[in-house]
């Protein structure tokens, strides 16, 4: 059974770099079928994909973050970490990490993000 748990700050400023990670058991994040996503759903709006690391360990990020986006994994301890910089109150929202290709076969309970000074 694959289990996915987010672990990071609750509240980051404006401007801040928001830092997250997902710490992954039960599957390796180097399976070679499988990408490991970051998504995000800001309070009464629908779910917003942010990026996934890929099993080769390159990332591939949504454009309208891309900016401001890095996915980055370490496979040593099996989990991966997002980092979205000069954040803004628009940032905040729970935020899941998930494996999956086109569809999402596991998630993280997920974390609340705010953004406020």
């Known amino acids: 059974q694959v289990q996915l748990q987010e672990s990071g700050p609750g509240l980051v400023k404006p401007s801040q770099t928001l830092s997250l990670t997902c710490f992954v058991s039960?599957?390796?994040?180097?399976?070679?079928?499988?990408?490991w996503n970051w998504i995000r759903q800001p309070p009464g709006k629908g779910l917003e994909w942010i990026g996934y690391?890929?099993?080769?360990?390159?990332?591939y990020y949504s454009p309208s973050l891309k900016s401001r986006t890095s996915i980055s994994r370490d496979t040593s301890k099996n989990q991966f970490t997002l980092r979205l910089s000069s954040v803004t109150p628009e940032d905040t929202a729970v935020y899941y990490c998930?494996?999956?290709?086109?569809?999402?076969?596991?998630w993280g309970q997920g974390t609340q993000v705010t953004v406020s000074s």
């Open positions: 690391a890929a099993p080769t360990g390159s990332a």
């Open positions: 039960g599957g390796s994040i180097t399976s070679n079928s499988y990408y």
């Open positions: 998930a494996r999956g290709t086109a569809t999402m076969n596991y």
